[in-house]
């Protein structure tokens, strides 16, 4: 079983719908991070979260640290929405990051 | 301030030879960590450097290795190549060790191993 678990793997939705791609985690962690890459290549650092919930414009990241599981939420999606989320942890015992498998976000105009 | 480079942006080599990736991290950021991304493994943690120190090694081979200079910029080295080394090779820096502080990518070196 990986450390790091994303679902679903392949989202298609139709622009101005709402998002939610899950994360859960097993091992204790520090600060869990989400990840946008297009393709091409590119990784864009979203949040970086310990606790709570953020939100920066149409995005919103929370994660309960009990339940070990984190979402990452996108308010009326657009299609450069497109990419791959890319859900990664940094755990307690050190300062490497370990990575979801990602999910292909497809938003169709 | 300049994002995070990376230095060459594709590379080709054959088997059996070695190759040296560069990556400059933003001005002011000491961390500096190398990740490898393949179709079938996804994102991995090579190595994390800071302050010219390697802090902290994910489980590659020794053929894997890196080093940083006093001006923070970083070489990963690979020798002995392998078709299975053909990845995307990523870097990303930091101002403080580790992920707990936010992490800048840089554009990545894609390396084709033939």
Same mark, same amino acid.
């Given at each position: 079983?990986?450390e790091?678990?994303?679902?679903?793997q392949?989202? $298609?939705?139709?622009?101005?719908?709402?998002?939610?791609?899950? #994360?859960?985690?097993?091992?204790?962690i520090s600060?869990?991070?989400?990840?946008?890459?297009?393709?091409?290549?590119?990784?864009?650092?979203?949040?970086?979260? &310990? &606790?709570?919930?953020?939100?920066?414009? /149409?995005?919103?990241? $929370?994660?309960?640290?009990?339940?070990?599981?984190?979402s990452?939420?996108i308010t009326a999606?657009?299609? /450069?929405?497109?990419?791959?989320?890319? #859900?990664?942890?940094?755990?307690?015992?050190? &300062? /490497?990051?370990?990575?979801?498998?990602?999910?292909?976000?497809?938003v169709?105009p | 301030?300049?994002?995070?480079?990376?230095t060459?942006?594709?590379?080709?080599?054959?088997?059996g030879?070695?190759?040296?990736?560069s990556?400059?991290?933003?001005?002011?950021?000491?961390?500096?960590?190398? %990740?490898?991304?393949?179709?079938?493994q996804g994102?991995? +943690?090579?190595?994390?450097?800071?302050?010219?120190?390697?802090?902290n090694?994910?489980n +590659?081979?020794?053929r +894997?290795?890196?080093?940083? +200079?006093?001006?923070?910029?970083s070489?990963?080295?690979?020798?002995?190549?392998?078709l299975?080394?053909?990845?995307? %090779?990523?870097?990303?820096?930091?101002?403080?060790q580790?992920g707990?502080?936010?992490q800048?990518?840089?554009?990545?070196?894609?390396?084709?191993?033939?």
């Amino acid at each position: 079983k990986n450390e790091v678990e994303q679902s679903p793997q392949n989202l $298609t939705a139709q622009e101005g719908e709402f998002i939610t791609i899950n #994360c859960s985690y097993s091992v204790g962690i520090s600060a869990l991070h989400w990840l946008q890459q297009h393709p091409g290549g590119g990784i864009v650092s979203l949040f970086m979260l &310990s &606790s709570g919930k953020k939100k920066h414009g /149409r995005l919103i990241a $929370t994660i309960n640290i009990q339940e070990k599981h984190s979402s990452l939420h996108i308010t009326a999606s657009h299609p /450069r929405d497109s990419a791959v989320y890319i #859900c990664a942890v940094e755990e307690t015992s050190g &300062s /490497r990051l370990t990575f979801g498998e990602g999910t292909q976000l497809t938003v169709n105009p | 301030k300049a994002g995070v480079t990376q230095t060459p942006r594709y590379l080709i080599k054959t088997r059996g030879q070695q190759v040296t990736l560069s990556c400059s991290p933003i001005s002011g950021h000491r961390s500096v960590s190398w %990740y490898q991304q393949t179709p079938g493994q996804g994102l991995q +943690f090579l190595f994390e450097y800071f302050s010219e120190t390697q802090r902290n090694k994910g489980n +590659f081979p020794g053929r +894997f290795s890196g080093r940083q +200079f006093s001006n923070s910029r970083s070489e990963m080295n690979v020798s002995t190549l392998e078709l299975g080394d053909s990845a995307l %090779y990523l870097c990303a820096s930091s101002s403080g060790q580790g992920g707990v502080y936010e992490q800048y990518f840089g554009p990545g070196t894609r390396l084709t191993v033939t």
